[in-house]
Structure formats: structure tokens, C-alpha cells
């Protein structure tokens, strides 16, 4: 079985809860809702996983659809996923 490791770097600001991922050649930012702290600059980690989880599927839709001689003219993937945030607010 092959691997393959995947390495990134976030780094916050010192300032609210706003930090910067970097992989590779890429950064992508993250922060808060101001509901929850932030400042609303970005996408929150919990999106952002969503987004990731939506990524690799429609990612491996495409690449298994090609593989199986599926002709797919487009994919979408709709995501949701719910917060208790009590520990996070205190």
C-alpha cells in the first residue's frame, strides 16, 4: 500500500482568533463569526472541514467517474454539520 504524508502550518496572528494555514505553496485563511469571537475575515475550521470533506468527495467522484467511464458533466456535494458550542463559549 502506498503513502503519502501531507504536512501544513497554521499560524495565529496574536490578534482575536483569525490565523493563517500554509501548505505547500498555499495559505488559506481561517477565523471566527463574530458571534463566536471572530471577525468574520473567513471561513471558520468547522467549515473549512466541511468544505475539505466536500472536496475530497467530489474530488474522488470525479477521478472514480472517469475510471469507471462515468461521463459526469458536473458534481456537487451539500454539507452540514452542527456545533455545541458551549465549551468553545465558555
Known amino acids: ?15 482575536g482568533v483569525f490565523v493563517e494555514g500554509k501548505a505547500r505553496d498555499f495559505a488559506v485563511s481561517m477565523d471566527e463569526p463574530k458571534s463566536l469571537g471572530g471577525t468574520n475575515k473567513a471561513m471558520n475550521p468547522v467549515e473549512m472541514l466541511l468544505v475539505s470533506l466536500g472536496g475530497c468527495i467530489t474530488i474522488c467522484g470525479a477521478a ?7 461521463e459526469l458533466n458536473g458534481l456537487s456535494v451539500e454539507l452540514e454539520g452542527d456545533l455545541d458550542t458551549d465549551g468553545f463559549l465558555g
Not at 1 to 15: D, H, I, L, P, R
Not at 64 to 70: D, Q, T
Request: glycine share 4%; hydrophobic share 45%.
Open 1 to 15: 500500500m502506498a503513502f503519502e504524508t501531507f504536512k501544513s502550518t497554521v499560524t495565529w496572528s496574536g490578534q
Open 64 to 70: 472514480f467517474a472517469k475510471a469507471c467511464k462515468v
